[in-house]
């Protein structure tokens, strides 16, 4: 939910199952958007991404089962004139990768986790920054 949320506070109009528009109505500015394992099936009404306009960089893991990586290529296709969108496919993590600490009972799928999230930190950094 955490992807959802940011781009809603991007200007992003979140519409819900129940068919609902959730607009934030931010101020915020952003420089830049990370987001992982974005869920956005939330954005799929017509024109609910018109007015974000900012880089955005996604991770999703190739394992996840409940995002599916494919959902990273919508706000590519529908942001891509807007500004740069790169979508950073990780073959060995699933949907819970991407969290420092794992809900209980969740087993990582990713076979080295610590050299995994030290690698995203820097990724992450450098997309921050540049």
Same mark, same amino acid.
């Given at each position: 939910? /955490?992807?959802? $949320? *940011?781009?809603a506070?991007?200007? /992003? ?5 129940? /068919? ?5 109505g931010s101020?915020l500015?952003?420089? /830049? #958007?990370? #987001?992982?394992?974005?869920? $956005? ?6 024109? @609910? =991404? +018109?007015?974000?306009r ?12 409940? $995002? ?7 706000? +590519?296709?529908v =942001?891509?004139l807007?500004?740069?969108i790169?979508i950073?496919l990780?073959?060995e ?8 600490? =794992?809900?209980p009972?969740? $087993?990582?799928s ?6 995994? #999230?030290?690698? *995203? @930190?820097i ?8």
């Open positions: 939910m /955490g992807s959802v $949320t *940011l781009l506070l991007a200007d /992003g109009e979140a519409q819900t199952v129940a /068919g609902d528009t959730v607009i934030s101020k500015k952003f420089d /830049g #958007l990370a #987001l992982f394992a974005p869920s $956005t099936d939330f954005f799929r009404r017509s024109g @609910a =991404l +018109k007015s974000v900012v880089p955005i960089r996604i991770w999703v893991g190739a394992k996840d089962s409940i $995002t599916a990586p494919a959902q990273a290529q919508f706000p +590519k296709e =942001l891509s807007r500004g740069p790169d950073c990780d073959e993590a699933g949907h819970f990768s991407y969290m420092d600490e =794992l809900p009972n969740i $087993t990582d990713h076979s080295n986790r610590s050299k995994f #999230l030290a690698s *995203l @930190a990724d992450v950094g450098r997309f921050v920054v540049a």
